[in-house]
């Protein structure tokens, strides 16, 4: 994966990487004054998402690398030695109660927040994936949504993407 930041280009901004990407945004945005509502603000964050996306996960959806990264950012135990498999994979770690009521899922039906999915990756644990696309839905709506527009940008970003609206 790349080892571009989407905070490089602050380098007035020292990163603490144990708070949240959203943590960490709304930090530097008070500190470089972007209101909450200003495109300036949606456009900063969406970039600063995205590339933080691809520092750890990258963008080709042929990357084996980027693949095993994202099974393992969800849980996933059993890594798969092939892209195909990545794609296809059962979702094989233990999970809380509620998630083992379900069937075992694979990954291009793992719902997981893209947000969560980054810090999970920073912070080396397995992010909080949900049972379904309405609970992902209800968690993401308030404050996590990322914008469709600029994961159309990165292909394996787009793919983890799930319709919540």
Known sequence: MSATSGYDGFASFDIDPTASIVTEFNRLAIQKSWKKDSKQYKNQRARLVNQEFNA????????????????????ITTIPSSVTQCKKVQ?????????????????KKVYVNI??????????????????????????????????????????????LRHIF
Not at 91 to 107: A, G, R, T, Y
Not at 136 to 160: C, I
């Open 115 to 160: 947000y969560d999915l980054i810090d999970a990756a920073r912070l080396g644990e397995v992010a909080r994936t949900f049972p379904n696309n309405q609970q992902l839905a209800a968690y993401t709506k308030p404050n996590k949504v990322f914008p469709k527009r600029e994961a159309k940008l990165n292909k394996l970003l787009k793919f983890m």
């Open 56 to 75: 750890y996960f990258g963008s080709n959806l042929n990357d084996l690398a980027a693949w095993q990264a994202l099974c393992k950012a969800v849980g």
């Open 91 to 107: 979702n094989s770690h233990p999970s809380p109660i509620w998630l083992s009521l379900i069937p075992f899922q694979l990954l």
